[in-house]
């Protein structure tokens, strides 16, 4: 099925792409192999992301959960959140020195979860529309989120307030 997330270990060696086919298969980069394949979501996997130190796989599914598997042995570890709605977008987050996830959804919510406790930490103001794409400045001190509404919403991370909007009348923005 179609690919439609990637991601990339800061030390580059390993590659994530999410499926619609239920699957995160996992790349060796340096072997050029493939490696596990992660397929435990009941729905599409919509977005994955590698936790700053490669160790944990976090992946975001049509069904409603972003969980966490083993990268090294492509072992599913736990759910970390339950949205109820399809979880879109995931991205991590180094804030005040935690490893944070970022999500979006299907029903426009928007939310911070530390993936340590398995628990949505701080609900964002939703969006209208489903959020569609996430961004994370290079130095982490801000974050983005769009969605079907034609809104950019941005996050200052260290406190997760919203320091700007952008609103096109153009429709979705289904990339940041």
């Known amino acids: ?86 979880v879109n977008v995931l991205s991590r987050v180094t804030a005040n020195g935690k490893d944070l996830i970022l999500f979006g959804a299907l029903d426009g919510g928007i939310g911070i979860v530390d993936p340590r406790e398995a628990k949505l930490i701080q609900p964002l103001p939703a969006h209208e529309k489903p959020v569609l794409a996430i961004a994370v400045s290079n130095d982490g001190q801000k974050a983005a989120t769009s969605g079907g509404d034609g809104l950019i919403k941005v996050w200052k991370t260290s406190d997760w307030q919203l320091v700007e909007t952008f609103q096109t009348p153009y429709g979705p923005i289904w990339a940041l």
């Open 1 to 86: 099925a179609k690919v439609v997330g990637i991601a990339v270990s800061n030390d580059g060696r390993m590659a994530a792409t999410a499926s619609w086919d239920r699957t995160v298969r996992l790349w060796d980069l340096e072997t050029k192999r493939a490696g596990p394949v992660l397929n435990e979501h009941k729905g599409p996997v919509n977005d994955v992301a590698f936790s700053s130190d490669g160790r944990a796989v976090f992946t975001a599914s049509a069904d409603g959960e972003i969980r966490q598997f083993d990268a090294a042995k492509g072992k599913f570890v736990r759910p970390v959140y339950r949205h109820g709605w399809g």
